[in-house]
């Protein structure tokens, strides 16, 4: 069965660093886009980035633009998620998610996305 396995969240304090992983397994992840979403307490779902299934094209919400970087190595079934220059807005429970296509989706709810992972909590703090 598809599995989603997010780690490398903690706590970082303001300007810090921190990696996502998300190690896929139970599909053929080099055939799927894959996203990050993340969640703030009393806040809504933010679709923060996402990456083609080759890696080819790459979206980012403004919020991070510049300072996330998303990649993937399809040989590893890992994405990643790069935060630099953190700030405590970033605070949030951040999710891995898995596209039913290859492609990035511009402009949809979401539903595109049909297996998300448990979770991982990133707290920007000094």
């Known amino acids: 069965q598809v599995q989603l396995v997010e780690s490398g969240g903690g706590l970082a304090q303001p300007g810090g660093s921190l990696r996502l992983s998300c190690a896929a397994s139970g599909f053929t992840f080099s055939n799927y886009a894959m996203s990050w979403a993340r969640q703030a307490p009393g806040k809504g779902l933010e679709w923060v980035s996402a990456?083609?299934?080759?890696?080819?094209?790459?979206y980012y919400a403004d919020s991070v633009e510049g300072r996330f970087t998303i990649s993937r190595d399809n040989a590893k079934n890992t994405v990643y998620l790069q935060m630099n220059s953190l700030k405590p807005d970033d605070t949030a429970f951040y999710y891995c998610?898995?596209?039913?296509?290859?492609?990035?989706?511009?402009?949809?709810?979401?539903?595109?996305?049909?297996?998300w992972g448990q979770g991982t909590q990133v707290t920007v703090s000094s």
């Open positions: 990456i083609a299934s080759d890696g080819s094209d790459t």
């Open positions: 998610r898995k596209s039913h296509y290859p492609t990035i989706l511009r402009g949809t709810n979401g539903y595109e996305y049909d297996y």
